[in-house]
């Protein structure tokens, strides 16, 4: 059984959602309620293919102006911010689940196994089997 003390501990290592030191309204970037909007979709969508000029769309604004505003409000390419959540889920989906690291890959967008190892390796410093087996939640 897992206890309270041994949940935090295990997401303590978990990317975080937004680059630190970064807040919505910064001057030249996208308004609250934009950043809000393509954070939704990003989330929602996070399995598929996923391009700049569908969230440039979904806020109506011109790819070009979307990804400089972008990068002012989050601290981070459009393309950097979506790699983080993939890996990001992908990190929750190896403490939560019993899943295979190729069924993880595939279920957070990425094309296979190999390319969820590439990325994780260069975020969080670890292959994703070395940061599972020192994640996990004993039980």
């Known amino acids: 059984m897992v206890t309270d003390d041994e949940v935090p501990s295990a997401l303590s290592n978990i990317l975080p959602e937004r680059r630190p030191g970064y807040e919505a309204g910064a001057q030249g970037g ?21 391009r700049i000029e569908d969230l440039a769309q979904l806020i ?8 400089r505003t972008f990068k002012v409000s989050m601290g981070e390419t459009a393309h950097s911010f979506i790699i983080r959540r993939r890996i990001r889920r992908a990190q929750i989906l190896m403490i939560e689940t019993r899943s295979s690291l190729s069924q993880i890959a595939c279920s957070c967008g990425l094309a296979d196994q190999a390319h969820l190892t590439r990325l994780f390796r260069k975020m969080v410093g670890d292959t994703p089997m070395n940061w599972r087996r020192g994640n996990q939640i004993p039980g």
């Open 60 to 67: 109506d604004l011109s790819p070009g102006h979307f990804c």
């Open 30 to 50: 996208l308004a609250s309620w934009q950043i809000k909007r393509v954070i939704q979709h990003v989330e929602s969508e996070l399995e598929n293919a996923l």
